[in-house]
């Protein structure tokens, strides 16, 4: 789910093994990784499961046949098959992506976005934010994850701000995790990223008096790091 590090943080032989890529928007830190990933494996075609509007975004500034060359297509003496291959989700539809049912749910941003509900065959629901703004408790209703991952990226004392990119700080993250408990009658297992590098320590910080508020053990994702759900 999204790319943002996908070439960056892994190896070549656990790049071979990615089957599938969800991408939940078309900004550059969440998309960034797919040409290289795409240049690192030519002799296998990966799907990319993305809204219309990110796919778009994807061939139109990135794989463009400019920037990088068009993956999607043979290439003459480069790619004697396609390399990735660009699959449309629209949201509410689920699929089966591999094994997981995949529900997109649209979420706030600056751009069209999307989070996904994944569900395994033995029935572990996990929901994934990518990049949300305030109004995640729309969704509640719609899905029931044992595990959320979401996005936090500033502090509160930059709540305006938030607001305004459509993210999220620590405080109106309380907010909607607290309407996830009304509606569902306990919490999920939390997970945050996507932490504003050089605000981290300060976001942490906040991160620590919500679980203490709410009771709630909220991890922050580390690079290599297995979750068991
Ligand atoms: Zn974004
Ligand atoms: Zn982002």
């Not at 529900?103 to 029935?123: M, Q, Y």
Request: some cysteine.
């Amino acid at each position: 789910m999204d790319a943002g590090s996908l070439a960056s943080e892994l190896s070549f032989s656990e790049q071979e093994k990615i089957k599938a890529i969800l991408l939940s928007h078309g900004h550059y830190d969440h998309i960034r990784g797919v040409p290289a990933f795409a240049f690192n494996n030519p002799d296998q075609t990966t799907e990319i499961f993305a809204t219309p509007q990110t796919l778009k975004i994807l061939s139109s500034h990135l794989i463009d046949g400019v920037i990088y060359p068009k993956f999607t297509k043979k290439i003459p003496f480069f790619l004697e098959k396609p390399s990735l291959k660009f699959v449309a989700l629209e949201p509410f539809v689920p699929v089966d992506i591999e094994g997981y049912q995949v529900l997109p749910l649209p979420v706030r941003h600056t751009i069209n976005a999307v989070g996904f509900e994944l569900t395994s065959k033995d029935g572990k629901k996990v929901f994934y934010s990518g990049d949300t703004g305030p109004g995640l408790s729309a969704l509640w209703e719609h899905i029931s994850p044992q595990l959320i991952i979401v996005e936090v990226t500033f502090p509160n004392r930059l709540e305006n701000r938030a607001i305004n990119s459509a993210h999220l700080c620590p405080k109106m993250l309380k907010k909607e995790l607290i309407d996830f408990h009304r509606i569902k009658g306990c919490y999920p297992q939390v997970i945050l990223f996507h932490l504003s590098p050089k605000l981290e320590e300060e976001i942490k910080k906040e991160v620590k008096e919500v679980s203490k508020e709410l009771k709630l053990n909220i991890g922050i994702a580390c690079e290599g790091e297995k979750i068991i759900v």
